[in-house]
């Protein structure tokens, strides 16, 4: 037979019932919400997975069509990749194989407007700027050479500002501004790694227009020195 409860027994059952009755709902609500939170983190990082999947093998369609030559499929796998998978890298690089597919079959305007897109609509600083880097290349070979410095003026990541200035330096040497150009090849030579071959191509830019790149570095290793006498 069931013992009866005693008096203290008692006690904390009322208490256990006065307290769920008080803060039951606001318990219940809460471990909803978590339990809740938790499904929603675990549907968006499937969600995820998912679109990087598709995202990658559309990417995977644009170069098979671009090491194939055929152009229409590239366009066409891009546009595709674009208006589904926009947001995520593997867009941006497809833009940047469309744009060079395209360069390399003489559709420049193609070229540019895959380029604009990737400038201007990438999350990611380094195809940004690779993007500009390479539009204001196409640019300047139109001899549109205003444009192509706009391209370059806006603010780069610290590892392209050597390539920005190159490719300013190429502008100027274009319109037959040596002065300008020696300036933007003297910022280039100083802000590329010594250890490139980039920087060697812009030591022979320099050359040509009768600087000696050996003087760049001379006031900051006479400084050096400079400082190390007692």
Known sequence: MAKHLDLEEQE?????????NEYGNLITWVVIAVFGGIAAWNGWQYWQRTQSVQASAMYEEVERAAQAGDIARVERAFADVKEKFGGTAYA??????????????????????????????????????????????????????????????????????????????????AQGKKTEAKAEYSKAYKALDERTDYRRLVEVKLSALGVDPQTLAAPAATAASGGAKP
Do not use: C
């Not at 904390?12 to 769920?20: A, C, G, N, T, V």
């Not at 380094?126 to 001899?143: P, V």
């Open 12 to 20: 904390q059952l009322d208490e256990l019932k006065h307290f769920w």
């Open 92 to 173: 941006q690089q497809a833009g940047l194989v469309t744009a060079k597919t395209l360069v390399d079959k003489g559709n420049t305007d193609g070229a540019k407007a895959a380029l604009t897109w990737v400038a201007e609509k990438a999350s990611d600083e380094g195809y940004q700027a690779l993007a500009r880097l390479r539009l204001a290349a196409i640019l300047l070979e139109a001899k549109s050479y205003d444009e192509a410095q706009k391209q370059l003026s806006g603010e780069m990541p610290k590892e392209f500002e050597g390539l920005a200035a190159d490719r300013r330096g190429d502008i100027y040497v």
